[in-house]
């Protein structure tokens, strides 16, 4: 088996962000490595991610404020701070820095299969 | 349910790392995400790991090269750089920084029960 060369997180950022932009960096049986790239982008005001699986994030890259349900609160996000968003809690991206890129880095954990919550 | 508090993946350095540093961030069935800091450590010349997860790994700070057996080579690793180890291809940290700390992260993927390669 080849090793691939490796890629690097930071590099490659689209010169234009019309929407925020997401790119699979692994996609395996239940789990996806996502990277996400927001400049300036945000859910509209009632827009909440209400998910089946667990996600793990780190933002590496710029700055976001969070903003979750129940109980309510918003969370500004700096470069390295990583958090657990448990299944089905609802939050939404409040907030991204408008003039540089925003990059998270996010783990999606699926349930098993049969084993759904 | 209450949302933790984010952490932050570049702070709470140890100030002495005699060994290799290894901090779980998250546990959950089948996977493990991992904090790595390493200030020149490395390696024995002929330990390799051989794991029977895949491994996803992205360097966020400092550099690192990464020694595979076969086939053989080596890969410098520059901060923003991810690439996945898949299981049991035997490889080695051959070199780390040693003025200052290189801090990895690692998502292992482990196979599901009854499914292990």
Redesign the interface.
């Known amino acids: ?11 490659n950022i689209p010169t234009e962000l019309p929407e925020e932009f997401f790119e699979t ?2 996609q ?4 996806r ?1 996502e990277r996400i790239i927001s400049k300036g982008h945000h859910n509209a005001a009632n827009d909440w991610y209400d998910q089946v699986q ?1 996600e ?1 994030i ?1 933002l ?1 890259q710029g700055q976001a404020k969070l903003e ?1 349900y129940e ?1 309510a ?1 918003i ?1 500004l ?10 299944a089905h ?1 609802k939050h939404r991206v409040a907030w991204t820095l408008e003039n540089s890129e925003t990059i998270w ?1 996010a ?1 999606h ?1 699926f349930p ?1 299969a049969g084993n759904e919550g």
């Open positions: 088996m080849t090793i691939s060369t490796p890629k690097n997180i930071f590099s960096l692994l395996q049986d239940n789990i490595i667990d793990w780190v590496l979750f109980p609160s969370q996000l700096n470069s390295g701070d990583y958090l657990l968003i448990p809690i880095l783990i954990i098993n």
